[in-house]
T-cell receptor
């Protein structure tokens, strides 16, 4: 079955890089996603990576995928106060497409001034 | 503006009183889903729909119903709500690939 795990908390100094980690168990994952949830808001899709890729970069965000270890990470360069949020890792293993996502418990990122 | 709209945002109700949470998307997406978010558990899928009149159970479907009569709408129905359904609910819509778009959430309290 699917299981996605993340650490619950991460604190980072403003200006440093944040690295949020995620492990998943289902090797048939097709897409892996990172979502951001700010207080009182819904989930915002940040970025995603197809399972045949190793890395994807989008401005300050870098996603690394290690399929052998089933490990996904999100690196946020030059972390700012606006990056404070809960970050969710999610996987899609559907054969049909995108209808079912399995989420981790979320990592709360706190920025230290 | 592309969006997923849920209503209401907040709802307090009593045990056993039927309620419906509406969800509408304007992106012509085929797929729509409902999730509930509980502390320490992340998001868990309740039901999903792959197209009009095509729905299926997610991981936690007990106590919920859905319908998909039109492509844009996917209401969540609680026929007889119970306190263990107190939660934060999210509707999402997605294309076949590329990530889901979420509504703002509905915070439901059942007393």
């Amino acid at each position: 079955g699917e299981d996605v795990e993340q650490s619950l908390f991460l604190s980072v100094r403003e200006g440093d890089s944040s690295v949020i980690n995620c492990t998943y168990t289902d090797s048939s994952s097709t897409y892996l996603y990172w979502y951001k949830q700010e207080p009182g808001a819904g989930l915002q899709l940040l970025t995603y990576i197809f399972s045949n890729m190793d890395m994807k970069q989008d401005q300050r965000l870098t996603v690394l995928l290690n399929k052998k270890d089933k490990h996904l990470s999100l690196r946020i360069a030059d972390t700012q106060t606006g990056d404070s949020a809960i970050y969710f890792c999610a996987e899609s293993i559907s054969n049909f497409g995108n209808e079912k996502l399995t989420f981790g418990t979320g990592t709360r990122l706190t920025i230290i001034p | 503006e592309a969006q997923v709209t849920q209503n209401p945002r907040y709802l307090i109700t009593v045990t056993g009183k039927k309620l419906t949470v509406t969800c509408s998307q304007n992106m012509n997406h085929e797929y729509m889903s409902w999730y509930r978010q509980d502390p320490g558990l992340g998001l868990r899928q309740i039901y999903y729909s792959m197209n009009v009149e095509v729905t299926d159970k997610g991981d936690v479907p007990e106590g919920y119903k859905v319908s998909r009569k039109e492509k844009r709408n996917f209401p969540l129905i609680l026929e007889s709500p119970s306190p263990n359904q107190t939660s934060l609910y999210f509707c999402a819509s997605s294309p076949r690939t590329g990530g889901a778009f979420f509504g703002q959430g509905t915070r439901l309290t059942v007393v």
